[in-house]
C-alpha cells in the first residue's frame, strides 16, 4: 500500500513478503520508474551545460551516457512490446548495433555512434583532449536522435 505525505511516498513491506512480494515489488518498479522520469531532463542537458562549461571531455562522455540510457530503453520496450529476443543491453558497444537490427536507429546512426563510443572511450581511458568542435557536434548529434527516439512507450 502507497501512502502519500505531499512529496513523501511510503511503501509498505507486506508482512508475507514470501508470499505477497508481486505486488509490493510492483509498487516499489513503479516508483523507481516515477523518479526515472523526473530526473531524464537533468540527464539530458547535462551535456550541453558541460559544453557551455567548455568542459568538452565531460560533455562526450555524458552525451554517450544519454544516448547509452535511451537506447537500454527502447531495446527493454521493443522485448516487450514484440517478446522478441533483444540482445542484453549490459554492454554499450552492442546495444547501437542491436537498435539498429530493429530498426531503431538507421545505418548512418549506428556508423555515427561506433565513431562517438570511440571519441568517448578515448576521453575515458587517456588524456587526450576533446576538440570543442568534435563535442559540440557529439552532443548536438546524440541528443538530436534522443530527441528523435523520444519518450518512453510512444516511438518504437
Do not use: C
Not at 500500500?1 to 518498479?29: A, C, G, Y
Not at 541528443?143 to 528523435?148: F, K, S
Amino acid at each position: 500500500m502507497i501512502t502519500s505525505f505531499d512529496n513523501i511516498k511510503v511503501i509498505l513491506r507486506p508482512k508475507e513478503p514470501h508470499i505477497d512480494s508481486e505486488d509490493f515489488l510492483d509498487q516499489v518498479n513503479a516508483w523507481f520508474q516515477e523518479v526515472s522520469l523526473s530526473l531524464r531532463p537533468a540527464l539530458s542537458e547535462e551535456p550541453k551545460r558541460l559544453l557551455d562549461k567548455r568542459e568538452y571531455r565531460a560533455a562526450v562522455i555524458s552525451a554517450v551516457t544519454v544516448l547509452e540510457a535511451a537506447l537500454r530503453e527502447k531495446l527493454s520496450e521493443y522485448r516487450k512490446q514484440t517478446g522478441e529476443f533483444v540482445y542484453p543491453a549490459q554492454s554499450l558497444i552492442p546495444m547501437p548495433r542491436e537498435a539498429a537490427r530493429l530498426h531503431i536507429v538507421s545505418p548512418g546512426e549506428l556508423e555515427s555512434a561506433s565513431v562517438w563510443i570511440q571519441i568517448r572511450n578515448r576521453a575515458v581511458h587517456s588524456s587526450a583532449d576533446v576538440a570543442e568542435n568534435e563535442a559540440k557536434a557529439v552532443v548536438e548529434n546524440i541528443l538530436g536522435i534522443v530527441d528523435r527516439l523520444g519518450p518512453s512507450s510512444t516511438r518504437l
